[in-house]
C-alpha cells in the first residue's frame, strides 16, 4: 500500500512539473506576440473557406473582402460597384452603361455613366431633368449646347477636358476622327437614367405630323421620313466643316452664348502638388458653368495616400480611371468595411463619414472625387489634430508629446508611403 503511495505522489508530482513547463513555455509565447497579432491570427483562422464558392479572379480583385482587415467590424452596405458589370447598351455608333442607385443603392445623390463614340457617332439632340458633368477619358468630341437666353455653344474636347450641361439645357456630342471618344458623365441625381432622357427624335415621333408641320412651316409631306422612335447613339458622317465655321452658323443672327460651358482639367495647375501626388479641384469658383457639381482628380503615386478625412457637405461619388487602391469607411458606432478599387469601379461615401485611399498597386492610382455641391470641402484629420492643444490630443490617443509633434501638420491631401 505504502508504494502505490508513494509511485501515486510520483506521478501527480511530474504531471505537475510537466504542466507547470507547458504554461510557462505559453506564457513565454504569448508575451512575445502582441494582442494584435494574436487577435489577426485567431481572425485568419477563423476566416478560413475551405469549402464555400469562390471565384479566384473576384477573390483575387477583392482581397479586403474575402479577408477583412481585422478592424472591420459590423454592418457596413457595399460601396462599390464596377461599371463591367453594368449592361452595355450597345448601337451603330457607340455603347453606354450606366451605375445608379439601383445598381449601388447607397448612391442616392449622383449617378454615373460610361460612353463611347464612335468617329462620327452622335449622342442624340437631348436634354436631362439632372446636370451633366462630364470627362473625357479618350479621343475628342464636338459638343453643342443652347444657354438659357437661346445662344448656341458649341466646342471641341479632347481627353482631360469636362464640360457641364445644366438641366434642361439641350445638347449634342459626336465623336471625331481619327478613333471617336469616350468618356465619363455624371449626373446630380442618383436616381437619373441615361435611357429615361428627353430626346428629338422621339419627341417628333410621338407628337402628331400635322402639329409639327405647323411648327416647322413644311407640309406634311416634307416631314414623311422622320424617324419612328428614338435615335439614342446614331452614326453619321464625321463633320467635315471647321469648329469656327461651324460656330459661326449656329451663331446666326443672335450670336454665340457668353457662357463657357467647358474647361480644361488637365491643363490647370494642380491645387495641391507634391512627391506623393497631385489633386485638382474643380468647382463653381473656377468653372462657373459647373453650378451643382464639385470635383477632385486625384492622382496618388505608388505607396501613397488620400489622407484619413471626411467630407461635411455632400456625399462623394467615386470613379476610378488606372491602378489599384483600397478604402476604409468608418461609419461610427463601431462600424467599418474595407474594399478594393480598380480600374472603372465605381465607389461611394455618404457626406460626413471618414475614409482613406490609400494606393495599394505598382503604378499610378488616378480617381475622381466627385459631390453634389457647388463648391469642394473636406475635413483632414491631421489638419484637425495639429490645431488643438496638445494636451488634449494626448489625453485621446495615449501618445506622447514627440509622437504629437511628428504628425503632419496641416492638410497634406496625399501622404508618402
Not at 470613379?319 to 465605381?346: E, N, P
Request: glycine share 8%.
Amino acid at each position: 500500500m505504502a508504494d502505490d503511495t508513494s509511485s501515486n505522489s510520483i506521478s501527480r508530482r511530474k504531471f505537475l512539473e510537466s504542466a507547470a513547463l507547458s504554461a510557462a513555455a505559453l506564457g513565454a509565447t504569448a508575451s512575445a506576440q502582441s494582442p494584435e497579432d494574436a487577435a489577426k491570427g485567431e481572425h485568419d483562422r477563423s476566416g478560413s473557406n475551405p469549402g464555400g464558392p469562390l471565384s479566384p479572379s473576384l477573390s483575387a480583385e477583392n482581397a479586403d473582402s474575402v479577408m477583412p482587415p481585422i478592424t472591420d467590424h459590423g454592418d457596413v452596405h457595399p460601396f462599390k460597384y464596377p461599371f463591367t458589370f453594368s449592361h452595355k447598351r450597345t448601337q451603330e455608333g457607340g455603347w453606354a452603361r450606366q451605375v445608379t442607385v439601383l445598381d449601388l443603392p447607397v448612391a442616392n445623390s449622383i449617378a454615373g455613366v460610361n460612353m463611347r463614340l464612335t468617329a462620327g457617332g452622335i449622342r442624340e439632340l437631348h436634354w436631362h431633368s439632372a446636370g451633366e458633368w462630364a470627362l473625357m477619358l479618350y479621343g475628342s468630341a464636338r459638343i453643342t449646347c443652347l444657354d438659357q437666353l437661346g445662344k448656341p455653344f458649341i466646342d471641341d474636347v479632347k481627353e482631360g477636358d469636362i464640360w457641364f450641361f445644366p438641366a434642361g439645357y439641350p445638347h449634342s456630342i459626336q465623336g471625331l476622327e481619327p478613333d471617336g471618344c469616350e468618356f465619363l458623365l455624371v449626373f446630380d441625381d442618383g436616381r437619373f437614367s441615361e435611357y429615361n432622357t428627353f430626346m428629338l427624335a422621339d419627341w417628333t415621333a410621338h407628337t402628331p405630323r400635322s402639329v409639327l408641320a405647323k411648327n416647322f412651316n413644311l407640309s406634311e409631306k416634307a416631314l414623311s421620313s422622320i424617324p419612328r422612335g428614338e435615335l439614342y447613339i446614331f452614326q453619321s458622317a464625321v463633320p467635315q466643316t471647321s469648329l469656327q465655321d461651324d460656330r459661326r452658323t449656329a451663331a446666326g443672327n443672335v450670336g454665340l452664348s457668353s457662357q463657357n460651358f467647358t474647361f480644361r482639367l488637365m491643363q490647370m495647375a494642380p491645387s495641391h502638388n507634391d512627391k506623393s501626388g497631385e489633386v485638382r479641384i474643380v468647382d463653381s469658383s473656377i468653372f462657373k458653368a459647373s453650378t451643382t457639381i464639385a470635383a477632385a482628380h486625384v492622382i496618388v503615386h505608388p505607396g501613397g495616400m488620400r489622407e484619413m478625412h471626411w467630407h461635411q457637405n455632400a456625399d462623394e461619388w467615386q470613379y476610378y480611371i488606372s491602378g489599384q487602391a483600397r478604402m476604409t469607411v468608418f461609419a461610427a458606432s463601431g462600424r467599418a468595411r474595407t474594399m478594393d478599387f480598380q480600374k472603372g469601379d465605381v465607389g461611394y461615401v455618404q457626406q460626413t463619414l471618414p475614409h482613406y485611399i490609400e494606393n495599394t498597386g505598382t503604378e499610378d492610382l488616378v480617381f475622381l472625387e466627385m459631390f453634389k455641391s457647388s463648391y469642394y470641402a473636406d475635413v483632414s484629420l491631421n489638419n484637425w489634430l495639429t490645431h488643438l492643444p496638445p494636451a488634449l490630443v494626448q489625453a485621446h490617443l495615449n501618445i506622447d508629446r514627440a509622437a504629437i509633434s511628428a504628425i503632419p501638420h496641416g492638410e497634406k491631401v496625399i501622404v508618402p508611403g
